[in-house]
């Protein structure tokens, strides 16, 4: 069976999985049982779950012969209580062989393969915790830094959607989305929650190994650059719009917008506002607390990757390139490597990219990669050419390899 690896909310792809397991099949009842088959063949079980937000354990997939009820799930919750649920319904981590395969399904009915895994109502969904089975204190173990204080880390297993809490030296050396190797120490349980100790043995940044579901694209129709305004009538354009004129017309895009705790019939709810005023008030820690949460319960929370970016990026340009390039990367799994549309900045709900992409490319040039900060800031013109956050006034001087301290001496 072949494996949707970064292409995995690729429709072409989820369709080519259909036809390998229903091909030689003749009815709604021999597919169903190809999909039963397939399940039973590929999806490991028990597997952690999610339904309705709510997470479970799958013990079993099956089809009973019943064409309407079509195929099922039998899951158990923390409780140990089991109830069967139509498969469709469970939310399985979409890097996995049962992932895939409930895409697949999904599609055959017809249903939008993989759903949005945003919260429901604005609510962070209950996560699976990880229990002592699942680290072996004899070898180094690999987590997914999802949020940080302190003391601790909030991490999820890679491969799994079981999280743990990590407390070790150097956590100040680690930004949510990279993932950290870590030499267990000690293993424990309190209040109901796993704690792990250890020492940070390296950290990484490795956006196909974390599991995320990547942001949709909607189609926003045909952007046209004979449609724009490029300058004076009797004056040429710039060097940088000329390619993007010539290409001619491409289609446009909005990239879904992830932001866990908004209410969703409150259009003032907005968690990134309520951090921008209360730092501005003087509250940065409390500030900083809730991008943390924003991570902790989705990493596809790119607002709050560029905005914990921006805490950093006066003092520290190291890390807020470190925060930015988490957000800038997320994203980038949400778009092909030959993608040729543009993210235009006037739907709205593409900024969080340009703003990692821009905080990425600043932080660069800052530290004299001068040749990274000019391949993004061309990417942007290319992907927002109507150019809302002025990167063709920077461009020319990052070409030029004018240090950053030398131009700040000229404003």
């Known amino acids: 069976m072949s494996a949707l690896r970064r292409g995995e909310r690729d429709s072409a792809l989820v369709d080519d999985l259909v036809r390998q397991i229903t091909g030689d099949a003749h009815g709604d009842d021999e597919k169903l049982q190809a999909f039963r088959q397939a399940f039973e063949d590929h999806a490991a079980a028990p597997c952690d779950g999610f339904v309705v937000g709510e997470p479970i354990s799958v013990i079993a997939f099956d089809y009973d012969g019943n064409e309407r009820r079509g195929l099922t799930a039998r899951c158990r919750h923390r409780d140990g209580t089991e109830h069967v ?22 599609r055959w009915l017809g249903l939008d393969p993989y759903p949005s895994a ?41 491969g799994s959607d079981r999280t743990i809490t990590l407390r070790a030296t150097r956590l100040w050396d680690v930004v949510p989305g990279e993932i950290v190797v870590v030499q267990p120490h000690k293993q424990w349980s309190y209040a109901g929650h796993p704690y792990l100790s250890g020492e940070i043995a390296s950290t990484r940044l490795d956006a196909n190994a974390l599991g995320v579901v990547p942001l949709r694209l909607q189609d926003q129709g045909t952007w046209d650059p004979a449609d724009e305004c490029w300058g004076e009538a009797d004056e040429p354009s710039e060097a940088w719009a000329m390619p993007v004129i010539a290409r001619g017309p491409r289609p446009a895009f909005e990239m879904e917008q992830v932001l866990s705790g908004a ?17 501005d008030s003087g509250d940065a820690r409390q500030a900083y607390k809730i991008l943390m ?15 914990l970016g921006n805490f950093e990026f006066d003092h520290h340009p190291a890390v807020a390139l470190r925060h930015y390039e988490v957000g800038l990367r997320i994203g980038e799994l949400s778009l092909s490597d030959h993608f040729n549309g543009l993210l ?3 739907y709205v709900d593409n900024r969080p990219l340009l703003r990692c992409m821009h905080g990425f490319s600043l932080c660069c040039w800052r530290l004299g990669r001068f040749e990274e900060a000019e391949r993004v800031f061309e990417r ?29 001496e000229l404003e």
């Open 85 to 106: 649920v139509a498969a469709c319904d469970v939310d399985l981590p979409p890097h996995t062989e049962g992932g895939r395969l409930v895409a697949a399904y999904r």
């Open 118 to 158: 945003s919260p429901i109502g604005g609510r962070p969904r209950r996560q699976h915790k990880a229990v002592s089975a699942d680290v072996d204190l004899c070898a180094s173990v690999e987590l997914v830094a999802l949020s940080l204080t302190e003391r601790a880390a909030r991490c999820r297993l890679v």
């Open 263 to 279: 209410d969703p019939y409150d259009p003032d709810s907005d968690p990134i506002t309520e951090s921008n005023d209360l730092k």
């Open 293 to 307: 949460k924003l991570c902790r319960s989705d990493l596809r929370c790119l607002d709050a990757h560029a905005h």
């Open 344 to 346: 235009p900045w006037g």
């Open 380 to 408: 942007m013109l290319w992907l927002n050419p109507s150019d809302n956050q002025g990167v063709r006034f920077l461009i020319g001087e990052v070409r030029a390899g004018r240090v950053w301290e030398a131009r700040r």
